[in-house]
């Protein structure tokens, strides 16, 4: 990618709330007889259940994928294995993507992907609200800040039973969540309200999916909510000018407005220029 001047960072901040059950697995190195089958990851110094960034990205990336794949506008060309299964997903590394702009993409081996395109989407691991955590502290439960559940499998042929235990993160909870969306210029300069939009896009598709693992049994169905915006130029990094006002957004609400009244079109300001 051609090195270019970076005009500005979009501050993207609200919470998720788990509208049922959350599971994004941890390492589990020692299976204990009679313990959870499969635990939830949590953070290394606090011992609580967090949200990683790559794991929001990457459903967040998949989303969107599949979004414009049904439109006709993408095409899945990258495949992998991945634990023996295959895996397809798109990365052409085209600055007109909107995909690989927001996400990034990486050269290849093969010269499909000619060129490294750095990501103008930065995902933060998603942490517990204080009241989230002063409500789970209060749980009972034999494990920190969690729940556990039971399910069973059965053979459809003996009737066996298969069962297991997972933990999972209790209907009620919510994360804060951060994202970082760089406005690179002149590349990107055109194309800033349609990744914006196109990122709303994804988080509305999120809330009709799921987040995390076993999805299709209810877990995962999460609510995006508490959004807000705000604007931060190259002069709020030098000292010399202010940050935008930090502005709340609802996802359904008019994308092109919220950033008219950010960058104040119309009142002598001018997107991605600092005043």
């Not at 606090?46 to 599949?66: A, Q, V």
Request: charged share 25%; hydrophobic share 30%.
């Amino acid at each position: 990618m051609v090195a270019s001047k970076i005009a500005g960072k979009m501050l993207i901040e609200g919470k998720i709330h788990c509208l049922t059950g959350l599971h994004i697995g941890g390492n589990q190195d020692v299976s204990e007889i009679g313990g959870v089958d499969l635990l939830v990851i949590r953070d290394a110094v606090s011992r609580e259940p967090y949200i990683p960034g790559s794991s929001l990205k990457g459903k967040l990336r998949s989303l969107l994928e599949r979004h414009h794949f049904a439109k006709g506008t993408l095409e899945f060309n990258k495949k992998m294995i991945v634990g023996g299964q295959n895996i397809s997903h798109h990365e052409c590394g085209e600055n007109k993507c909107v995909i690989c702009r927001l996400f990034g993409a990486s050269r290849s081996k093969d010269g499909s992907t000619k060129e490294n395109l750095p990501a103008s989407l930065y995902v933060r691991d998603a942490y517990l609200t204080e009241e989230s955590r002063d409500k789970l502290s209060q749980l009972e439960s034999a494990y920190y800040l969690s729940e556990v559940k039971f399910e069973n499998t059965l053979d459809r042929i003996t009737c066996a039973a298969n069962p297991r235990q997972i933990e999972r993160v209790p209907r009620g909870t919510e994360f804060h969540f951060q994202m970082v969306y760089n406005l690179w210029q002149p590349e990107n300069f055109q194309y800033f309200e349609e990744d914006i939009k196109e990122l709303f896009a994804a988080l509305r598709l999120l809330n009709d999916d799921y987040l995390g693992g076993h999805g299709s049994r209810g877990y995962g169905h999460v609510e995006i909510k508490g959004l807000t915006l705000k604007w931060r130029g190259l002069s709020y990094y030098t000292g010399e000018g202010k940050e935008e006002k930090e502005e709340p957004v609802e996802l359904t609400g008019d994308v092109n407005q919220l950033i008219d009244k950010i960058f104040q079109h119309g009142t002598g300001g001018t997107l991605g220029e600092d005043k």
